[in-house]
Each structure stands twice: as C-alpha cells, then as structure tokens.
T-cell receptor, first 114, second 113 residues
Framework: KAGVTQTPRYLIKTRGQQVTLSCSPI?????VSWYQQTPGQGLQFLFE???????NKGNFPGRFSGRQFSNSRSEMNVSTLELGDSALYLC?????????????FGPGTRLTVT | AQSVTQLDSQVPVFEEAPVELRCNYS??????LFWYVQYPNQGLQLLLK??????LVESINGFEAEFNKSQTSFHLRKPSVHISDTAEYFC???????????FGDGTTLTVKP
C-alpha cells in the first residue's frame, strides 16, 4: 500500500497570504488528523476528520480550517498567514478515529512564512 | 483530560550504551500508549504500542517499553544503541473512549561514536 502523501512538500509564502495543504491517506483509512510541529511548541494537534466530519479540534485560531472529501482526502487551509505559522505540518491517517489505532504519518509540508 | 510528559528533552549517549527515554501520562480512564520515532526530515513512524495484555512490548529493532499503571509510565528502553537510533522520539496516549491522541514534547536521542 502507498503511504500517506502530502503536497506540496515545501512552501514559501508571505505574511497575509493564505495557503492550502493537501493530504491523501492510506487507501482504506477514513480518519485524517493534522498536526503542527515547531521547535518551540513541539507537536500540536490541529484537527481530526472522519467521514467528512470534524471530530476534534485543537486550540488554534479560526484562521486554521480543514475539510475532508468523500474519498477521505483532506485539505487544511491557513488564511492571513503570520510569521509564527512557519512550521512542519503533518498529516496522519488511521483506519478509524481514536481508540487503539496507531497513526500513519506523511512526510509533512514545511511552510515558511516571510 | 489526558496529558503526556516526556521527562527529558535531550538524551546524549555513546554507541552501544543502554538508554531509557522516560514518559509519564495522566488520564482518568484506561489508555492506549504509543512510541513514535521521527528521523530527520521525515514524518513520525510507529515504534511500538501497548493496547492490552502483556505490559512489556517490543519493537523489531530492539526497543522495548513497559506499561506501569501504578506509576502511570511507559518508559522506552534499549540495551545497546546504534548511531542509526539518533532521532526524535515521541510518546503518545489515547484514551479508551474514542478521543484523539495526545503527544509528548519529544525526546531527542543523540548517539555518539
């Protein structure tokens, strides 16, 4: 099976712009989670989607949003980018949400905001 | 609410020495526990997990972790490390009642020759 893929792998944006990141989960996986990873804050949970519905949301401002499509692919969007949004954004998929299932991570999208 | 504390942010060791990466969790219900590893410029990969049964779980590359319910810990150990074990290690907990996983802040293991 192909692993989790994320596009693009690298992105440079300017403050105030918006960005959309894409994640394709492992075939058959219906749960997708997004994380932000920075040296100072570690790995922080953004949101989780299952069957096109957001199940959980982390403590991020409304500028961060996401969605999931019927084929389980997911996108996250960040509007009005700030310098502090520079980070590695990781997507993870699992067969079902939560309990007991390990997550399979993609390689991440490294976003740099200048 | 669940939480995870990785007690050491950096662990430097020499090659072939033993290592222990410490993880404590807090939860009011039964939990599932995971250790993930992240090599440079890559995503996280599952190293091992505890769901139920034997409290000692092992990975294919020589790591092991022991679930200690009374001490709410899930420490990761390896008796003899290699240079290739240099990476960041994350402990994660998921409560048994359908919630998201919570990750610790990570421990950077650096193996020196």
């Amino acid at each position: 099976k192909a692993g989790v893929t994320q596009t693009p792998r690298y992105l440079i944006k300017t403050r105030g712009q918006q960005v959309t990141l894409s994640c394709s989960p492992i075939s058959g996986h219906r749960s997708v989670s997004w994380y932000q990873q920075t040296p100072g804050q570690g790995l922080q949970f953004l949101f989780e989607y299952f069957s096109e519905t957001q199940r959980n949301k982390g403590n991020f401002p409304g500028r961060f949003s996401g969605r999931q499509f019927s084929n389980s692919r997911s996108e996250m969007n960040v509007s009005t980018l700030e310098l502090g949004d520079s980070a590695l954004y990781l997507c993870a998929s699992s067969p079902s949400p939560g309990t007991g299932y390990e997550q399979y991570f993609g390689p991440g999208t490294r976003l740099t905001v200048t | 609410a669940q939480s995870v504390t990785q007690l050491d942010s950096q662990v430097p060791v020499f090659e072939e020495a033993p290592v222990e990466l410490r993880c404590n969790y807090s939860s009011s219900v039964s939990v599932y526990l995971f250790w993930y590893v992240q090599y440079p410029n890559q995503g996280l990969q599952l190293l091992l997990k505890y769901l139920s049964g034997s409290t000692l779980v092992e990975s294919i590359n020589g790591f092991e972790a022991e679930f200690n319910k009374s001490q709410t810990s899930f420490h990761l150990r390896k008796p003899s490390v290699h240079i290739s074990d240099t990476a960041e290690y994350f402990c994660a907990v998921s409560e048994s009642v359908g919630s998201k996983s919570t990750f610790g802040d990570g421990t950077t293991l650096t193996v020196k020759p």
